[in-house]
Protein backbone atom coordinates (compact mmCIF):
# COMPACT_ATOMS: atom_id res chain seq x y z
CA UNK A 1 0.00 0.00 0.00
CA UNK A 2 3.10 2.49 0.60
CA UNK A 3 4.09 1.62 -2.43
CA UNK A 4 1.40 2.27 -4.57
CA UNK A 5 0.94 5.59 -2.74
CA UNK A 6 4.37 6.69 -3.91
CA UNK A 7 3.56 5.84 -7.25
CA UNK A 8 6.05 2.70 -7.64
CA UNK A 9 4.37 -0.60 -8.20
CA UNK A 10 6.24 -3.56 -6.89
CA UNK A 11 7.25 -6.64 -9.32
CA UNK A 12 7.75 -8.78 -6.69
CA UNK A 13 7.72 -8.87 -3.12
CA UNK A 14 9.31 -11.37 -0.48
CA UNK A 15 8.36 -12.13 2.82
CA UNK A 16 11.31 -12.43 5.13
CA UNK A 17 11.28 -14.03 8.65
CA UNK A 18 9.82 -12.24 11.52
CA UNK A 19 12.34 -11.39 14.00
CA UNK A 20 12.23 -9.31 17.28
CA UNK A 21 15.16 -7.00 19.15
CA UNK A 22 15.18 -6.66 22.65
CA UNK A 23 15.92 -2.91 24.46
CA UNK A 24 16.26 -2.29 27.76
CA UNK A 25 12.31 -1.45 28.26
CA UNK A 26 10.91 -2.39 24.79
CA UNK A 27 10.69 -5.47 22.98
CA UNK A 28 10.73 -4.61 18.93
CA UNK A 29 8.96 -7.05 16.56
CA UNK A 30 9.90 -6.84 13.08
CA UNK A 31 8.83 -8.47 9.58
CA UNK A 32 11.00 -7.49 6.81
CA UNK A 33 9.91 -7.45 3.39
CA UNK A 34 12.52 -8.01 0.27
CA UNK A 35 10.79 -5.86 -2.64
CA UNK A 36 11.43 -5.44 -6.29
CA UNK A 37 9.91 -2.62 -8.03
CA UNK A 38 9.68 -1.70 -11.55
CA UNK A 39 11.28 2.25 -11.11
CA UNK A 40 12.42 4.27 -8.17
CA UNK A 41 12.07 7.80 -10.46
CA UNK A 42 8.84 8.19 -9.13
CA UNK A 43 10.54 7.92 -4.78
CA UNK A 44 13.46 9.69 -5.57
CA UNK A 45 11.19 13.46 -5.17
CA UNK A 46 10.91 12.53 -1.06
CA UNK A 47 13.71 13.91 0.41
CA UNK A 48 12.90 11.58 3.54
CA UNK A 49 14.16 8.59 0.88
CA UNK A 50 17.82 7.56 0.76
CA UNK A 51 18.97 6.05 -2.46
CA UNK A 52 22.15 4.36 -2.25
CA UNK A 53 24.19 1.26 -3.71
CA UNK A 54 24.43 -2.08 -1.07
CA UNK A 55 28.50 -1.43 -0.85
CA UNK A 56 27.92 2.33 -0.02
CA UNK A 57 26.08 1.38 2.78
CA UNK A 58 28.43 -0.43 4.69
CA UNK A 59 30.90 2.08 3.61
CA UNK A 60 29.45 4.93 4.41
CA UNK A 61 26.02 4.49 7.03
CA UNK A 62 25.74 2.60 10.24
CA UNK A 63 23.38 -0.19 10.35
CA UNK A 64 21.90 -0.61 14.03
CA UNK A 65 22.20 -4.13 15.29
CA UNK A 66 18.04 -4.16 15.34
CA UNK A 67 18.40 -5.04 11.54
CA UNK A 68 21.14 -7.99 11.93
CA UNK A 69 18.71 -10.25 11.13
CA UNK A 70 18.15 -8.55 8.03
CA UNK A 71 21.24 -7.55 6.83
CA UNK A 72 22.47 -10.39 5.24
CA UNK A 73 19.95 -10.19 2.62
CA UNK A 74 21.75 -7.07 1.08
CA UNK A 75 24.66 -8.39 2.00
CA UNK A 76 26.10 -6.11 4.68
CA UNK A 77 27.22 -6.33 8.18
CA UNK A 78 25.66 -4.48 10.56
CA UNK A 79 27.63 -2.93 13.69
CA UNK A 80 28.25 -5.70 16.12
CA UNK A 81 28.86 -7.95 12.72
CA UNK A 82 31.55 -5.77 12.41
CA UNK A 83 33.24 -6.11 15.64
CA UNK A 84 32.85 -9.53 16.09
CA UNK A 85 34.78 -10.01 12.54
CA UNK A 86 31.41 -12.62 11.37
CA UNK A 87 31.16 -12.86 7.43
CA UNK A 88 28.19 -13.34 5.36
Do not use: C
Not at 12 to 27: A, N, Q, V
Not at 58 to 72: M, R, T, V
Amino acid sequence: EWLKKQGVEAVRMEKLPESKHIFTHKEWHMTGYQVLVDELEPMGQDESLLFVETQEIEKNYPIPSAFAAYSAYLRIQTGIQKMKGTTL
